[in-house]
Every structure is written in C-alpha cells, then in structure tokens.
C-alpha cells in the first residue's frame, strides 16, 4: 500500500527543480548548503531558498571529485565535489551561493574546493571543537551573527525579528512531525509508514519548499494515524529490527539499505546525521540568533566532533536511547572509507554497546559496487545470528 500523502510529496519532489526556477525569475535567491549545522531558520527568514546539496552511491562523482580534492577525503565528500565539479544536478546549478559548516573538516575542505575551483560564492560558519564550555557557545553565537549579516548583504534583505520568529516556529513544527513519523516506523507492531519511507521523506525535505513540506509532513502523519487505527489486528512481523549508524548514507546511496533489506533484515530507526539525528532535540525557545545558537549547540552531537569524556558524549546516550526507543536486536555501524572520525570511534561504540549487550556490525565501505558481496555475506551471518540469539533467548 502507498500512502496517498507519500505519492504526493514524490510527484512534488520532481516539479520542485521547476517551481524553483520560477522563484529565482522573480527575483528569490537559492543558498545551496552542505555539512550539519546550518542553520536553516536564518536563510528561510531572509527569503532565500535553502536546498541541502550532496549524493551518494555513484562511484563516478566519487573519481570526478578525486581531481579536485584528496584521495584520503571520504567518499561522500569526493562524490561531492564531483557533483559540483560536474554542475549537471539541478541544485547545483540554481543555487546562487553554497554554505559550509566546520561541523567536519572535509566540509571544510570541499568549502575551500568549491570556491578555488567551482567559482561559486562560498559562506562559511565556525564551529567549536567543544560543545561544553561556555566559550565554545560564545564563540558559536559570535558566528551565527557574522553568517546572518553575511546572507543579509547577499540577500539584500534585513532579518525581521517577525520573520525570524515565523521561521522558527515552521522548523519546530518540522521536526516535531519527522520525529512522530520516526516514532511510527519503530514502534507500531504493523507500522504503517517503513523506517525507509520515512527516511525518503527527510531527503525530500532538503529540497522541498518548507511550508508546503511541513503540510505534506502534518498530513501523512494524520493519514499514518487513521491508517493504523483501521488497520487488521494481526501478529507482529519476527525479523530481526536493526538500528543503523556511523557515518552520512546520502539521498543515492541504497547499497547497504537494499542488502539488509534483501535479507529480511527490519531497519526501525537510525543514528544518522543524515537522518533523524538533525531533528531530536534542537527546539529554539528564543526567538533570536542567539536562542537558534544555542539550540543547535544542545543537538545530538554528531560523529565528527571529539568528545574526550564518554559520561558527556551525547550521541552515545542518544544511540542508548534510539535502541531502547525502537526495540532494536542489533546495531550496524557503517564507516564510509576515509570518514576518519567515524571509524576512529568503532572501537568505543563497540565497547559501549558490549557493555549494553547489543550486537554489533562493522561495515566499512565506499562507493564502488566491488564489495557488494562482501557486505551481504557479512550481514547475513549478523542476521542469522540475531535471529538465533531472538529464537534462543540467548545473551551476549
């Protein structure tokens, strides 16, 4: 069954690129942008269009973007720079500027790339090493300000404290709908919307307009609803339910997903900055640069920021919580080849997640078709023996 609501932000996903080019012929700007915090309540308030750029899975981008930036740079980050290297995606081509966070340091890098290379008009925000401490907040807020004043002079336009308030209010509303449909797929016993649905539905969001995407988001989970209360009462499905992490799986790249999925492997939820990880927590409580600062100074942390402490490592709380919340068997943790800050901290989700009892998948990959066999021989046997320790009782 497709829901209605489903197709419909598909048909809207493929006119957007056309609706776009209507806004931009009456004087709207578009602000492509790639990393993970940008914060996107800024560029919609001053009227500009905000798009997430970036693919993944297309081993071409990947040898394209290899001319313009290291070998030793992740592949998402290569494929990257290939897709705007290339300047053949419609994204890429309308966005009149790119932004670039420090959030991960390759960003940086390919933010550098981008303007040497591509000509294309670069903005820049800062990101501290360390979440924690009072300076690091300061100087994140300090950022905030010279990113908005930036995009004021590129917009022409002043940031109202009225736009400002409406923006955040529309992105609130966003994520509390994104995370409802995530709750959906984890915890009906027959859910009516899949983990992989939903995750099609955030990609969607990158592009869509924001308002018309908060309707679409607001509707479906009203249709989940009422699907689900008219649904049959049968008995749950027995698949092993699988939690997915480590590093970016971007709008392209299936391999992974369509193998577990092939192997009657049940994805429930994720641990993903490409994923639900951008919308738990985050709400702005102050309608100000400031309260938006904050806000996404209190988001999950994402991989790429160190965290010498594990009693304040908030993504090893949010992976606890994200297991406990879907009712996970077994936890695969994909590193992207190069994606340093990913695979440096297997071994610690490895520990932590030993101590929890939870099996444990390592699958580090790229993306070439060359290992494909590889990955489903290895997902299979993790399978089977989840699904063994399921039938058996067994513990870790």
Known sequence: ???????????????????????KKDGQKVLGWIGYTIPEEIIHALGIIPVRLGRGGDDRLVEIGSRYISTQNCVFVRAS???LAENKDPYVQKSDAVAFDTTCMQVYRLGEITKYYFKKKTFFLGIPRNFQTPHARE???KEVEGFTRRLEEFSGETISSDALAASIGLYNNIREAIRTLYAHAAHDSLPVITWREVYEVVHAGYHLDRQEYLTFLQDLVRE??????????????K??????????????????????????????ADDLWSGLDPYLQGE?????????ADAYMDRVLPPAIPCLDQSTDTRLDNLKRGI????ADGVIYHSLRYCDSVTFKGLEIKEFLRHEKIP???????????????????????IEMVKFRKQTGGRI
């Not at 829901?3 to 806004?23: F, G, N, T, W, Y």
């Not at 709008?251 to 192997?263: A, F, N, S, W």
């Not at 702005?284 to 938006?292: A, F, S």
């Open 360 to 382: 444990l998948l390592e699958i580090h990959t790229e993306y070439a078709q060359s290992d494909v066999e590889a990955i489903r021989t290895r997902s299979e046997a993790f």
């Open 224 to 237: 989940v609803r009422e699907t689900h209360g008219s649904a049959v009462d049968e008995k749950p499905p």
């Open 284 to 292: 702005v409580r102050e309608p100000t640069l400031k309260g938006i």
């Open 139 to 141: 100087y994140f807020t």
């Open 1 to 23: 069954m497709v829901l209605k609501i489903l197709q419909k932000i598909r048909e809207s996903v493929e006119r957007r690129p056309r609706e776009i080019d209507v806004a």
């Open 239 to 268: 698949d092993v339910r699988i939690l997915l992490s480590g590093s970016v799986i971007a709008p392209g790249d299936t391999k992974l997903i369509e193998i577990i999925t092939r192997l009657k492997g049940n994805i429930v």
């Open 81 to 83: 720079a290939g897709l």
């Open 324 to 327: 406990n919340e879907s009712s």
